[in-house]
């Protein structure tokens, strides 16, 4: 529905919920051309997947949780409800009966329940959100800034998760980024920002924040990209995709220093250009020391490259154990859709493939990759 009537559908249901209460219209981005469709776009899909709330309620726990940056208060949560069931009804016509409306409101006034419950445990316990110092600002390559941000104490995070960020240059305009390191003792943590041309959020991480700067963090949230176990990986990345990834291979560093054993790690990063493989020195010099790790760069767009070319996806699945290892995958919708049908299709199970799905990725064998998966944060 929503796909065939492009932002039609989305401008209704923010139309509907602002006219309806005009006071939530502060609680979203000052612009919110070109994603209008953030949260009816993740409503949509999450609600329409309540029958697998056992599945899912760990994620959805974690963003009723991570919710609470907006300080939304239950009530908010039925006129949500209200102004996504009038958008339902307003475009599914006759199809619109009395039963499909009953279990629409009976799938969303699940999914709430979970979120506010999750919230409100967790406001036992832990702030809306963490205040952070920039400490230092680095621009690692043309288009990859690294923001280093040591956050108050009580912000514990697992490696490969996401925790959403606000810069003060921006208010209100939150985007989830991944720690790029296990966590420290000193609390610090490594944001890669991959500026974007006329992205809002991304100029104002890169270009007008500045060390000394305190940001917000939300909660983390995620649960797919982990270490199962002793479990070999194959990590397939693009773009700053890399960061969740880079964060589990420093936890995998730590196990091996620590016991003397842990999982192999191939990761494979890829970019459009050599210049944009932004981590590649630190990441080299790593698969040099360490026996159990092996990085493959990997350049879509640069017949020069004296390296692996084309699509990250495609050279990652044509390991010779990518069918047995457990492969995590991070980076744009159409990159991590590419990925997994070239993964699918070198005879690694379904199952034994992780990304996170915020937005409703599907796999999709019909995706060019094109974009190698390097406006993974932006678009999220
Ligand atoms: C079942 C109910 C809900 C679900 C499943 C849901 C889910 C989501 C998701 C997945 C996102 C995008 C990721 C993010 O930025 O965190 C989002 C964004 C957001 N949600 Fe919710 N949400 C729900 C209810 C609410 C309510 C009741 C409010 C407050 C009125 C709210 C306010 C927001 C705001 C302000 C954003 C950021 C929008 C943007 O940056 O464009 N949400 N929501």
Redesign the pocket.
Known sequence: MAAALGDEVPLYFYSH?FLS?PE?RE???VS?AG??D??FA??G???SHADQIDEVAGF?GQ?GR??RR?S?TPE??S???AS?LATLQKYLGPEWTDEVAQSWAEA?GL??KV?VMAAEEASDTTPPWWEGEVTAVERRSLDVTVLEVRVADGFTYSPGQSA?VEVPALP???R?LSPANAPRADGTIELHVQLIPGGLFSTAAVRRTKVGDTVRI?AP?GDQLALEGSRDLLMVAGGTGLAPMAAIVDAVRQQWGEYGTGPRVDLFHGARVPWNLYDQQRLAELDSREPWFSYHPVVSDDATFPGAQGYVGTVAAAHPEAPRRLALVAGSTAMVGHTISELVAAGTPRADIRYED??GVEDNSSATGADQGEVYHEH?
């Open positions: 919920l209460h939530l609680m979203f981005p919110m994603q209008r953030k949260l993740a409503l899909h999450i609600v959805i963003l991570d919710h907006f939304v908010q949560y006129m949500v409800g996504f969303y999914i709430a979120m959403s209100r305009t939150w989830f939300g949230v915020y937005a999220r």
